[in-house]
């Protein structure tokens, strides 16, 4: 009967409690599975931010992502190592857009599930990019923000397109504060 360690690898950005809770529970579980005649054991580490070779080996068996949503260059690694390494993700790179917002409220309405109303603006600002000025001038349509305040009802909520947390959240009690918020 042979021993096989599986190595889970935790994709961190400035998660402090989760993680620690994590690794003390799998210590604390000191897991030895019967698999197949063997025994499985598992591991668990942060993954490191750091230059990486395509043809590098990855040491873990699974990457649990918490920071790829937004950090690129560990997007990148962890892409890498899911077509290069076989390594299986949770919160896997190509599954981004279904994680916003906007397509999880979209897919809980086709369930059936009672979501408030909910509209999507475009940004007040935009990072600058070769084409976004004529992309801007061509399709970019004007809108009356109090209109749709009004057709939303107060107080309202609004929050960013991307990112959790509560970061960004401004509860909107009325029109000049939807302004406020949206300026």
């Known amino acids: 009967m042979a ?8 994709s961190l950005g400035a998660d402090i409690c989760w993680p620690i809770c994590f690794e003390q529970i799998l210590r ?4 030895a599975i019967p698999w197949q005649g063997d025994t499985l054991r598992f591991e668990v580490s942060r993954v ?6 395509l043809r590098q080996p990855v040491r873990y068996d699974l990457v649990i992502d918490r920071l790829t949503h937004w950090y690129y260059t560990s997007r990148e690694w962890i892409k890498k190592a899911v077509v290069l390494n076989d390594t299986y993700v949770f919160n896997n790179p190509w599954s981004i ?8 409220y979209c897919a809980m309405m086709r369930l059936g599930l009672r979501v408030p109303d909910t509209w999507m603006l475009p940004p007040k600002s935009y990072d600058q990019a070769a084409d976004l000025q004529a992309t801007l001038t061509r ?11 009004a057709r939303l009802g107060y107080p309202l909520f609004m929050k960013p397109y991307d990112g ?5 959240v401004s509860k909107i009690d009325d029109e000049a504060a939807l302004r406020a918020a949206y300026e």
Do not use: S
Request: hydrophobic share 35%.
């Open 3 to 10: 021993l096989h360690t599986r190595h889970i690898g935790l």
């Open 28 to 31: 604390r579980l000191d897991l």
């Open 48 to 53: 490191t931010i750091e230059p990486f070779d």
């Open 97 to 104: 857009q279904a994680n916003e917002k906007h397509t999880t």
């Open 139 to 149: 399709y970019a349509r004007f809108f009356d923000l109090g209109e749709i305040g």
């Open 164 to 168: 959790g947390g509560w970061v960004g």
